[in-house]
């Protein structure tokens, strides 16, 4: 018990170390474009996660709920930056089809939902 006292009391100084160097990025850097992407980001996930269970029912429902907050904020992101509008836009149209196709595969589908992903995580230097 001794020793585990001993290692937080020497750990103590460097657990202010992080908070010294950088200081926490205010809620308001993330308004905007970049906070619909970080909820794009979590639905792609959940998509990704339906349709490693194979429940291609609940996938297709929730690219549906994906595909309509995309549309409902193309208008803030395509002003913001056109080029990965597009990029996330035509990903999201190739996901859509391999979910709602008559011969749905989990594997095609896992394929076009990581394009997805890589689109939305790949923003770009803006």
């Not at 290692?7 to 308001?28: E, I, K, N, Q």
């Not at 993330?30 to 992407?37: E, N, R, T």
């Not at 639905?43 to 291609?56: F, G, K, N, Q, W």
């Not at 996330?88 to 394009?115: I, M």
Request: glycine content about 8%.
């Amino acid at each position: 018990m001794r020793i585990y006292f001993l290692f937080l009391w020497l750990l103590a100084p460097l657990a202010a170390v992080p908070a010294l160097v950088s200081a926490p990025r205010p809620a308001m850097t993330l308004a905007g474009p970049w906070q619909d992407f970080l909820m794009f980001e979590a639905m792609a996930a959940e998509t990704i996660a339906l349709v490693s269970r194979e429940d291609l029912v609940a996938a297709e429902n929730r690219i549906g709920d994906f595909e309509a907050a995309w549309q409902t904020a193309q208008g803030r992101v395509r002003a913001y930056d056109g080029r990965l509008w597009q990029l996330v836009d035509q990903a999201t149209g190739r996901a859509t089809a391999e979910l709602r196709g008559s011969e749905r595969s989990p594997a095609k589908a896992q394929a076009a939902l990581s394009t997805l992903m890589a689109a939305l995580c790949g923003r770009g230097g803006k």
